[in-house]
């Protein structure tokens, strides 16, 4: 692990992973990703596909494993019966500021 020091405490490169997916299911896909990790994000979006908008949920999960966001995005990909989910995965610098 990479500590890098900052003000008021410490850095740490983290993986960020967002999934893209249909506003489907919604209570459904946080008690999926809640039962899996302790904490994530979920954001109302406005998205396109193929020139025409929808609903989209945005959901970013820092420090988890590519494995465990695979089964993840698998599970809501059938849940919400799509061909696919958009998957990004970048590394960041996050830091947790506690007073």
Known sequence: MHLLYATGGFMRMQSVHRLYTEKKNRAAIVRLI???FESFTLQPVSGYYRGKPEQA???EII???IS???KIA????TMNGQ???LTIRFRA???TVRW
């Open 34 to 36: 809640g039962e899996q």
């Open 57 to 59: 949920i945005v959901i």
């Open 63 to 65: 420090g988890a494993s």
């Open 68 to 70: 465990d966001v695979r």
């Open 74 to 77: 698998e599970k809501i990909k």
């Open 83 to 85: 061909k696919s989910i």
């Open 93 to 95: 610098e996050a830091e």
